[in-house]
């Protein structure tokens, strides 16, 4: 291609020099008859040289359409083969990159021979809890081979959102609805093991531990029990949104324990489960946590 265009700049500087002769003719010349023989001459030979312009500037058009087909034609499953396994690397760096940054966070993984299996490890108020893995396989599009993901957590509406669009926005937002499924579990056990003692009937919960429900004891003027559910609508948090505590035996309570029973209602809605029956604790048996 250099070697037909070269020859096009010297035909068009020709051209160029030409064309100022002729203009340069009219001035000097003071013999119309030779003048005009000099301009004849001059046309023919413009006329010639913008004919091999021509000639040369559809030669480059053919040479130029010539390549594009051969690059077309030239084995495209190599090329996209060759394509995706550069996506495939791209991809593999950047998971590497997101788990060498976020190490300290809970994340971690291992290259695999088929992309990079990752571990999620759980905490809780500096509790490690349990840990869950994804065995990720980085291809186009980017799947999952296998993984320990609870059945509960929506893992497929989380891999719709963002598996194939930000990987890194994938792993965090499974970290999140991992962590506070974790909390959550963490402070039913904890209420169940630590303060049994409390509990009129056994506490009730779901697999995900977003709804509990439980009876305990309240010593106020004699001993009562209060119902309570605690309902987590967010699955990325460990303190509940929606907070019911009722009292069975009656419809409607005595002023000093329907101010009991808001204190504790609103103790749930700011503390974690547990922490609420320390505090209980730490008045006595009686529960008074008026002051807390």
Not at 119 to 126: L, N, W, Y
Not at 156 to 165: F, R, V, W
Not at 241 to 247: F, N, P
């Amino acid at each position: 291609r250099a070697g037909i265009l070269i020859p096009v700049v010297r035909v068009l500087a020709h051209l160029e020099r030409l064309e100022i002769q002729v203009n340069r003719s009219h001035k000097n010349l003071e013999d119309p008859q030779r003048a005009q023989a000099v301009e004849h001459a001059l046309r023919t030979k413009i006329h010639k040289l913008r004919c091999l312009r021509d000639e040369l500037r559809s030669k480059v058009k053919r040479r130029q359409a010539r390549v594009r087909a051969s690059i077309a034609n030239e084995e495209p499953d190599q090329t996209q083969e060759i394509s995706e396994q550069e996506v495939a690397e791209r991809r593999q760096e950047n998971v590497k990159a997101i788990l060498q940054a976020y190490r300290f966070t809970g994340l971690s993984g291992k290259l695999t021979s088929r992309g990079v299996c990752v571990c999620i490890s759980t905490a809780f108020e500096g509790n490690l809890l349990d840990s869950y893995f994804i065995d990720l396989v980085l291809q186009k599009p980017l799947w999952i081979h296998h993984h320990s993901i609870p059945i509960f957590i929506p893992l497929e509406e989380i891999s719709a959102k963002y598996l194939q669009t930000n990987i890194q926005r994938f792993l965090f937002c499974l970290c999140e609805y991992l962590n506070a499924y974790a909390g959550r579990k963490y402070q039913a056990d904890r209420l169940q093991s630590d303060f049994a003692a409390y509990l009129a009937r056994p506490l009730q919960r779901n697999p995900l531990c977003n709804l509990l429900s439980f009876t305990y004891k309240v010593e106020l003027r004699g001993q009562f029990l209060f119902c309570a559910r605690l309902l987590y609508k967010d699955l990325t948090t460990t303190l509940p949104t929606d907070v019911t505590i009722t009292y069975p035996e009656m419809d409607a309570l005595p002023p000093s324990w329907e101010e009991q029973r808001a204190s504790h209602e609103n103790l749930f809605f700011t503390k974690p489960l547990h922490q609420v029956f320390t505090s209980f604790a730490r008045k006595g048996e009686k529960l008074d946590v008026t002051q807390v």
